[in-house]
C-alpha cells in the first residue's frame, strides 16, 4: 500500500506545478517560501487587457483544512490574495480559462 505525501510537500508540488504552467502561457510568477498567507505572486492580463498581480495560496484539498476556511481566510483580502488549487483557479481570477 502506497502512503500518501506529507501535507507540505503535496503543496510544494502543487505550487511548482502551477507556477510552471502559468508561466508557459505568459503570466510572471515569484514563488514566495516561508510566507504563511500567500506562496506564488503572480502578476498577468485579464480577459480586457488589464494588468493585475495577486498574491496566491495554493492549496491541496485535505483533512487538516478546508476550502471553505480558506475562502474565509482570503476574503479579508479581496482583491490581492486568491486561493488556489489549481491552474483553472487563477485563471478564472483573470477571467480567462485554462490554455
Keep these: 500500500m502506497t502512503r500518501p505525501r506529507p501535507l507540505a510537500e503535496r503543496i510544494h508540488r502543487n505550487r511548482q506545478t502551477i507556477a510552471r504552467k502559468l508561466e508557459r502561457i505568459g503570466f510572471d510568477v515569484h514563488l514566495i517560501d516561508g ?18 498581480t495577486v498574491r496566491v495560496r495554493v492549496i491541496v484539498l485535505s483533512e487538516v483544512i478546508t476550502l471553505d476556511e480558506l475562502e474565509a ?27
Design 35 to 52: 510566507n504563511p498567507m500567500f506562496n506564488l505572486i503572480v502578476t498577468g492580463k485579464t480577459d480586457e487587457g488589464e494588468i493585475y
Design 73 to 99: 481566510q482570503a476574503a479579508a483580502y479581496p482583491e490581492t490574495l486568491q486561493v488556489a488549487s489549481s491552474v483553472a483557479d487563477v485563471l478564472g481570477w483573470y477571467g480567462i480559462g485554462e490554455a
